[in-house]
């Protein structure tokens, strides 16, 4: 039962799903797999490689990018597929000695204390992604790849959690997500992968694109507010105007301290008039990098994928040829 394209397939995305109209019917009402143990990281993770996927991100990034897959029990399944084929890439071509998936969960989170429009626009989760997320969670399972998620908190802090306790003992760790707030989180040992490019964006990048030092990431989106997450800026300070400011002035406190040396009126008011709503901005912009998120650092260790459970449900989804790249990570 073929169905309509969303849109056009991303390069390496060809369908590869069975269509059968027999098979067993997934489960998709139990409880979100993620993880509650906690192991501690190694004193040192020199010569290490951790990766960490921005779960939501990427499901989304596949969800519009694939056309609609249904498994042989009928369910959607092209995110569940697109996803479980990106890990499959990053274990064999990355080679990564540690692996963790961080997930979005539901409710408020500390941001929405602060803010209560903070991402007030987003629009809801389509309806057939919702029963994916349970089924993508247990793959992780199965492969042996800790689901991590935390109350209160947001996928990208605890990607900045990870991101730090992997810095401080030495390792070198890749986040891998298409949200331009982990900017904030370059250093010399972590940096942004884009899967889809195969490029990694680093200190070097991050000024090429947006002429700045990862340090001065979060002024620079107070300066300029973030519409997707609807984060208020600075009326009429656009990117190319607060790169200009904070050539100057490197931090947003001696932007504001130097304000009535600002060209143009408007835009000298709105520095002076809208301070503490740029201030309000760039904590909600900030990640936590001390999240109390349960991290098995011991199962995020690569190696301990469960065979017979991932080919069963690959069968289950219907997901014919991917048994096969599961063989080369043996």
Not at 20 to 25: A, D, F, Q, R, V
Not at 36 to 41: E, F, L
Request: some cysteine; charged content about 25%.
């Amino acid at each position: 039962m073929a169905q309509q394209s969303r849109q056009q397939s991303l390069p390496g995305f060809e369908p590869e799903v069975s269509q059968s109209p027999c098979g067993k019917h997934t489960d998709m009402s139990s409880e979100p797999l993620i993880s509650r143990t906690a192991t501690p990281p190694p004193e040192s993770l020199a010569g290490q490689t951790v990766w960490v996927i921005d779960a939501h991100s990427l499901i989304y990034q596949v969800f519009h990018a694939l056309p609609e897959m249904t498994s042989p029990g009928g369910e959607p399944v092209g995110a569940v597929f697109g996803f479980t084929r990106d890990v499959l890439y990053l274990l064999s071509k990355k080679r990564p000695n540690y692996l963790f998936c961080a997930f979005d969960v539901p409710g408020k989170t500390f941001r929405h204390e602060l803010f209560g429009n903070y991402k007030i626009q987003r629009k809801k989760m389509p309806e057939d992604l919702v029963p994916q997320i349970g089924s993508i969670q247990k793959i992780l399972r199965a492969m042996g790849i800790p689901a991590l998620g935390c109350e209160s908190f947001e996928a990208d802090d605890i990607l900045a959690t990870v991101a730090r306790a992997t810095d401080e003992r030495g390792g070198c760790c890749f986040l891998v997500t298409g949200d331009k707030d982990c900017r904030q989180l370059i250093t010399d040992r972590v940096k942004i992968y884009n899967i889809r490019k195969d490029r990694l964006f680093d200190r070097k990048m991050l000024m090429f694109d947006w002429g700045i030092a990862p340090e001065q990431v979060v002024d620079f989106q107070a300066l300029v507010g973030d519409a997707v997450d609807n984060v208020p800026g600075v009326p009429l300070i656009g990117p190319k105007f607060a790169r200009e400011l904070l050539e100057k002035h490197p931090t947003l406190e001696e932007v504001f301290d130097h304000a009535n040396e600002v060209s143009g009126k408007k835009r000298k008011e709105n520095l002076i008039n809208f301070r503490e709503q740029a201030k309000l901005s760039r904590k909600l912009l900030r990640l936590d990098s001390h999240t109390p998120v349960a991290v098995d650092w011991q199962g995020g260790q690569v190696g301990t994928v469960d065979r017979q459970a991932v080919l069963e449900l690959f069968q289950e989804f219907g997901f014919r040829s991917l048994g096969q790249k599961l063989e080369v990570l043996e």
